[in-house]
């Protein structure tokens, strides 16, 4: 039987999700050019740099790659743009997927949308989604569902025997990747591994935390909430979610120091202290006091490693025990 990566043409069934900012040209290039599929971030970029991103990857790897769009967001213009420079595969998340599936269709790309229950990966595949992600609530950044990946995996693939089902949330090695395998996954969805991948924009702050943090450093949180309220998140603890905690978790208009400026960026500008931005090259400030977004999996890592690596040893989890 060929599975879903086999029709695209790419060797591994091993995703780079879409990370964010730290999420680079550099970074999807070297995940195709692996043998995985590399993923841009594309929810807040500009039109202009949308297409110098999807050219850069072009110019450096002749591989597959996707564009993802959270669709908290309007993404129409976005994704018609993705879709006239002929990207293969298209993610979604958060959000209905419907209205954006005709599109997807009729240009012939691969459609892949995150889940976080049974009932919306049902729904996905009614309006014909082509893959699934079932994200399981350890995952790092923004986080769908409160099922764990164990639980919530099988009980997808069980739901849509029909429909490939990746898992992500969690996994960082080859046992993880045997285990999603075992779980009736055909493939995993991999973010805070790649957040250490030395062509990630991680900024050095938030390596170090993640180098050295472990999963009970992580909090399923509404913290970072400035530019996507509402919207649960997995981030490593630190002093701005201890100084919401000890006030109680108040809302937007009472959260301690909520007009800070913590850290800035030459480009992108001031970040004030609950801002949903992840920490990247280029911020100076109080970096430790952003969004240091991890999954529980961080645990498991140790310090950054080129893309390849990465994908060498999930790919170690895709044969029989070695
Ligand atoms: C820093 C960071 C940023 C993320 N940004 C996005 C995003 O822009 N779009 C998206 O669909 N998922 C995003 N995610 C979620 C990932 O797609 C994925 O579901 C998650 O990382 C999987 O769990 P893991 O981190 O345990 O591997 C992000 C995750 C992280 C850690």
Known sequence: MTGWHDRLGVRLPLVQAPIGSACTTALVAAVSS???????????????????????????????????????????????????????????????????????????????????????????????????????????????????????????????????????????????VRAALALGAQGVWVGTAFLLAAEAATHPVHRDRLSSATAEDTVHTEVFSDGWPAAPHRALRNDTWRRWEAAGRPAPGARPGEHDVVARHPERGPVLRYADVTPVTGHVGTVEDMALYAGQGVGLLSGTRPAAAVVAELARGLHRQE
Do not use: K, Y
């Open 34 to 176: 692996a043998g995985g599929l590399g993923v841009l971030a594309a929810s807040w970029t500009t039109a202009a740099e949308l297409s110098r991103q999807i050219e850069a990857v072009r110019a450096a790897t002749p591989h597959p790659f996707g564009v993802n769009l959270v669709l908290e967001w309007p993404q129409h213009e976005r994704l018609a743009l993705a879709l006239a420079h002929g990207v293969p595969v298209i993610s979604t998340f958060w959000g209905d997927p419907a209205p954006c599936r005709r599109a997807i269709e009729d240009a012939g790309a691969t459609h892949f949308h995150t889940v976080g229950s049974v009932a919306e990966a049902r729904a996905a595949a009614d309006v014909g989604v082509d893959v699934i992600v079932a994200q399981g609530w350890e995952a790092g950044g923004h986080v769908r569902g409160t099922t764990s990946t164990l639980a919530l995996v099988p009980a997808v693939a069980d739901a849509l025997p029909a429909t490939p089902v990746l898992a992500a949330g969690g996994i960082t090695d080859a046992r993880g």
